[in-house]
C-alpha cells in the first residue's frame, strides 16, 4: 500500500462472527478492487481506526 490515493474509499465495519463483534477496515481502490484490510479484529471502533491510520488512512475533520 505505497500508492496512496484520496479518492479510495475506508471502510469501518464489525464482523459478524457468532461469539463477538470485532471492528476492521477495510480500503478500495476507485476500480473497486480491495487494496488493504485490517488482519485482526479491534474491540473498539478507535483501536481499529488507529491502526488503519498507520496504513495510510487520513483522518477527516468532523
Known amino acids: 500500500m505505497t500508492d496512496k490515493d ?3 474509499k475506508w471502510e469501518f465495519y464489525q ?5 463477538h463483534h470485532k471492528w476492521r ?3 478500495t481502490a476507485t476500480n473497486g478492487r480491495i487494496v488493504g ?3 485482526q479484529g ?3 471502533k478507535e ?3 488507529e491502526n488503519a491510520e498507520r496504513n495510510g488512512y487520513v483522518k ?3
Open 60 to 62: 477527516t475533520p468532523e
Open 25 to 27: 477496515w477495510r480500503r
Open 37 to 39: 484490510a485490517s488482519t
Open 15 to 19: 464482523d459478524h462472527n457468532a461469539k
Open 42 to 44: 479491534y474491540a473498539e
Open 6 to 8: 484520496d479518492r479510495d
Open 47 to 49: 483501536e481499529c481506526m
